[in-house]
């Protein structure tokens, strides 16, 4: 079992940064493809950004020109680079370690971010 730990989120004004940060237990980090998902009170989950294990990234529209996804495979860590951030950024945000080709997934146990004024 993989474990997966979210930190970084907290209380921030419009126009703030936040850097969140996924920590998972997995020796073979480097392998998986790490997402950062997020939930809004009466909405579903959603994708926000995505990296594969070759570094390539994809983002959630909302989300481009203002939001970074980057890893470091030596500290086994996944961090979402949060800029310019507005209102609707509030939700829970959590961290997906997966490896499609094994049906494999992991799910931290979310970090809340608020942004309000």
């Known amino acids: ?8 989120g907290g209380l921030v004004q419009p126009g703030d940064s936040l850097r969140l ?3 998972t237990s997995s020796s073979i980090f480097s392998l998986y493809t790490m997402g950062w998902y997020r939930q809004a009170p009466g909405k ?5 950004a995505r990296i594969t294990s070759g570094g390539t990234t994809t983002y959630e ?7 970074t996804i980057s890893r470091d495979n030596a500290k086994n860590t996944v961090y979402l680079q949060m800029n310019s951030l507005i209102v609707e950024d509030t939700a829970i945000y959590y961290c997906k370690a997966e490896r499609t080709f094994f049906q494999l997934e992991y799910w931290g146990q979310g970090t809340q971010v608020t942004v309000s004024s």
């Open 1 to 8: 079992q993989v474990q997966v730990v979210e930190s970084g």
């Open 21 to 23: 940060s996924c920590v």
């Open 44 to 48: 579903q989950r959603e994708l926000v």
């Open 61 to 67: 529209n909302s989300v481009k020109g203002r939001f």
